[in-house]
């Protein structure tokens, strides 16, 4: 079976660019979470979407935004790139509830 | 949101019992306990959930107190495959991950 799968797995971008990451779930899952993880440091929640639907948000400025297609699929877009905003950018999907997560390989974004 | 705390680092040789304890004292009554594992430049990995009791499967086993402010992971005869990051959360679905414990299992 396939995992959760996101494209690309490298990026470069300078600042002030925007850049749009690609997740694609489990089949058959409806939930799909992204997460932001600096060198060194945990994971850290963005946002997670369930039936299309934002479920919650993480403590990250509106330069985030994200969507869930009809097909489960998710883009994360962040605008105004930073320095900062160099990382791990990794996508998780589940059942929903307190299912467990599958997380992907995730897309290494590095801002110049 | 709850928030756990583990030790930064552990160490241990292959074939010994590692346990790994966490601390949530501000668990919710209708939070499970979750551990995962992470190698470098990879997503975390599930390994075991429970809510009270123990809890075991074909990786590690899961020890939780009455009062639930603690947890215990547990991964018997540790391997040299089994260095990486250790996660506790314990939020249901909004995984809030702390800084993780690093182990390191020498030969």
């Known amino acids: 079976d396939a995992g959760v799968t996101q494209s690309p797995t490298h990026l470069i971008k300078t600042r002030g660019q925007h850049v749009t990451l690609r997740c694609s779930p489990i089949s058959g899952h409806k939930s799909v979470s992204w997460y932001q993880q600096v060198l060194g440091q945990g994971p850290q929640f963005i946002f997670q979407y369930y039936e299309k639907e934002e479920r919650g948000r993480g403590n990250f400025p509106d330069r985030f935004s994200a969507r869930q297609f009809p097909n489960y699929s998710s883009e994360l877009n962040v605008n105004a790139l930073l320095l900062g905003d160099s990382a791990l950018y990794l996508c998780?999907?589940?059942?929903?509830?307190?299912?467990?997560?599958?997380f992907g390989p995730g897309t290494r974004l590095t801002v110049l | 949101l709850a928030k756990t705390t583990q030790p930064i680092s552990m160490d241990s040789y292959e074939g010994q019992e590692v346990n790994i304890t966490c601390s949530h004292n501000n668990i919710a009554t209708n939070d499970y306990i979750t551990w995962y594992q992470q190698f470098p430049s990879q997503g975390p990995r599930f390994i075991i959930q429970?809510?009270?009791t123990k809890v075991t499967n074909e990786v590690a086993s899961l020890f939780i107190p009455a009062d639930r402010k603690s947890s215990t992971l547990s991964l018997p005869r540790v391997s040299l495959s089994d260095t990486a990051v250790y996660y506790c959360?314990?939020?249901?679905?909004?995984?809030?991950f702390g800084t993780g414990t690093r182990l390191q299992v020498f030969p």
């Open positions: 998780a999907s589940s059942l929903g509830g307190y299912n467990e997560q599958f």
């Open positions: 429970g809510y009270k």
């Open positions: 959360l314990s939020s249901p679905d909004k995984l809030i």
